[in-house]
């Protein structure tokens, strides 16, 4: 789905828009279905160690290149890490592990994929079932990708990741804002919080998490920049949280993107879709580019299709998170995870 604009107000403390007002008691009782469900739940603990990435609000704050950065150290340190996720997107309800060369998007979603790049990454509709198959699997720590608000399994150490540009927008609960729950409910859970990149509009945010006692981290995206990309002005597109993220990205790299084209998140690419970029990019004179997430959803298009001409025509950008102060933050999870080890015996 696409964001409603009314969740990002244009100024901070500008009067609630219309809609917004109207939802609020929606919004009341998607927080109230939240609590209750947790109430009800009895989580299960896994049998290795558990680190979630999570986020405050629907839509995308940059939780996957965060969890990658993350992983990769973790397995740099000698940890036999596997991904867990829900698998937003896909038809698969799992337990299964994500196989790059036989599953696409449409049977897992496309951040599995991302995943299972570089460590096995397990989707599962029911987290405790997906964390058992992991450790079946040889997982000696599971760190998640998403599934903060997941009550069915209990975490060790949670990160809670806020856009440091949009902050919480309108700080209103789903569908009146974009809250998947109320703040302070999850700062309480939260071990720790990351601004994901800049701004000045989650700044409430990390002075509440400090208040707190919680350590709060910044973190950008560090693009790998492929090669020509000077060489064309560029036509953008993305089907992600924040497509806007991934332009000012390219702009910031030098990258003169004369046009852009946005999609709702996890989108799906048809054959439409696909000549549509084609042609506009051919008539305007374009380079292609899209997001690394956006091009896994093509990288099973058939042969010979549309999808599979912009499959190739289509440069793509890999992000990876930089942590401000990373060593800081793993000693952290460090503790945890030894904690957590020490409980199970």
């Known amino acids: 789905m696409r964001e409603p604009r009314f969740w990002y107000p244009p100024r901070t403390g500008a009067a609630p828009q219309l809609p917004a007002r109207l939802l609020a008691p929606a919004g009341w009782l998607y927080g109230l279905a939240g609590r209750i469900r947790y109430r009800r739940a009895t989580p299960e603990r896994a049998a290795v160690p558990v680190v979630c990435i999570g986020n405050l609000t629907a839509g995308g704050t940059g939780k996957t290149p965060l969890a990658l950065t993350l992983a990769e150290r973790l397995i740099a340190a000698g940890e036999n890490v596997h991904f867990l996720t829900r698998g937003y997107g896909g038809r698969e309800r799992g337990p299964i592990r994500v196989d790059p060369a036989r599953h696409g998007a449409a ?155 946005d999609f709702a998140d996890h989108h799906m690419y048809s054959e439409r879709d696909a000549l549509h970029l084609l042609v506009r990019a051919r008539e305007r004179g374009l380079r292609l580019i899209t997001t690394e997430k956006d091009a896994v959803r093509l990288a099973h298009a058939p042969a010979g299709s549309a999808r599979a001409r912009l499959r190739d025509a289509a440069m793509q950008l890999p992000v990876r998170a930089l942590i401000a102060n990373i060593d800081t933050l793993m000693a952290l999870i460090d503790d945890a995870t030894r904690r957590a080890r020490r409980r199970r015996g």
């Open 107 to 261: 049977d897992v979603g496309d951040e599995p994929l991302l995943l299972a790049a570089i460590a096995p990454a397990w989707v599962s509709a029911r987290r405790p079932e997906g964390a058992a198959a992991a450790v079946r699997g040889g997982a000696q720590l599971i760190v998640m990708d998403d599934g903060f608000q997941n009550p069915h399994l209990v975490k060790d150490f949670s990160i809670l990741v806020v856009d440091a540009a949009t902050g919480v927008g309108n700080g209103r609960l789903i569908p009146a804002g974009p809250l998947r729950e109320r703040i302070d409910g999850a700062l309480a859970r939260a071990q720790a919080v990351i601004l994901n990149g800049r701004g000045h509009a989650a700044d409430g945010i990390a002075a509440r998490a400090r208040a707190r006692g919680l350590p709060v981290f910044n973190a950008i995206t560090r693009p790998a920049t492929p090669p020509g990309l000077g060489d064309l002005p560029l036509l953008a597109f993305a089907g992600i949280g924040r497509p806007e993220r991934f332009y000012r990205t390219l702009a910031d790299l030098g990258a003169e993107v004369a046009e852009t084209v």
